[in-house]
């Protein structure tokens, strides 16, 4: 089977957003038209994404000012993952201390959990996630409740979150300062962990044969469908460039230039 055929048969397509379809609020030129495209082939996307700060209600929303009409049941997050992770290893019962948005907060709560921002309460676990709210106290309140040794888990790993400028830290980088000050590193959920991909085929009735990762980043995209055993693309219209895959472990079965080339692709085998 050529590489063209191969991609030709996926029926299930879990996307990246940042970086992948837009960079802040500006949609990359054929994206809309991709995604409508999958759907008169008969195919669904589902949006798979690491970015924390946000409830699937605001991603609704936000794709809907770009041009792009979704339901909440196209998106799958970090914070859904956390939120299954938690309720799997017995975390109902357990007080948490939310490095994270308003936003993440008010999801953790409405699933059921207890929060607490009293760094004195009987703690027993630190989540961490991509914080646009970030104060020092919340770096203070870390940093000792982590000297007692509480539970420590991350939504996700990504060092940057990429903007129209650039790219700012990200969750994956405030950890990182929390280790060089603590020595503690968390257990981390979200991509590249399998788990978001195997949801999404689940949820979708789909096989792995049918199914593709697409992303813009090698150690979080790409790990993700490599580790859940899917086929990933690629694309270049993020933060990896090509002279990142040969010095990386983790390969993409494809590499596109972005999503209209998958469009093109679509397109001509249509």
């Not at 798979?48 to 792009?68: C, F, H, I, P, Q």
């Not at 196209?74 to 490095?99: C, M």
């Not at 996700?156 to 503690?184: F, H, I, K, Q």
């Not at 991509?191 to 195997?198: F, H, L, S, T």
Request: charged letters at 25%; one cysteine or more; a negative charge.
């Amino acid at each position: 089977m050529t590489d063209n055929a191969r991609l030709l048969q996926k029926r299930l397509f879990l996307l990246d957003m940042d970086g992948t379809l837009y960079l802040d609020d500006n949609l990359f030129d054929g994206a809309a038209a991709f995604l409508q495209a999958i759907r008169d082939r008969g195919g669904r996307y589902l949006f798979l994404t690491n970015n924390s700060s946000k409830s699937g209600d605001a991603y609704v929303e936000k794709m809907r000012r770009l041009g792009v009409e979704t339901a909440r049941s196209d998106f799958l997050t970090s914070v859904d993952a956390t939120i299954l992770y938690l309720r799997e290893h017995g975390g109902q019962d357990k007080l948490y201390y939310v490095f994270g948005t308003r936003s993440l907060q008010q999801q953790l709560r409405e699933a059921g959990f207890r929060l607490t921002d009293d760094r004195d309460a009987a703690v027993d676990t630190l989540l961490i996630g991509f914080d646009t709210e970030l104060t020092f106290q919340k770096l203070e309140d870390a940093c000792i409740l982590l000297g007692r040794g509480v539970d420590y888990i991350a939504t996700n790993p990504d060092w940057v979150c990429p903007t129209w400028y650039g790219s700012v830290p990200d969750c994956g980088s405030v950890c990182e300062m929390l280790y060089r000050a603590t020595l503690r590193r968390p257990y981390v959920i979200g991509k590249p962990k399998p788990d978001m991909v195997r949801l999404a085929m689940r949820a979708a009735g789909a096989t792995p044969e049918e199914t593709v990762v697409i992303g813009d980043r090698l150690y979080t995209d790409i790990a993700c469908g490599v580790n859940a055993g899917v086929d990933t693309v690629l694309v270049l219209s993020g933060e990896t460039k090509r002279k990142d895959v040969e010095s990386s472990d983790i390969k993409p079965t494809f590499i596109l230039r972005d999503v209209k080339e998958y469009l093109n692709l679509l397109q001509k085998g249509a």
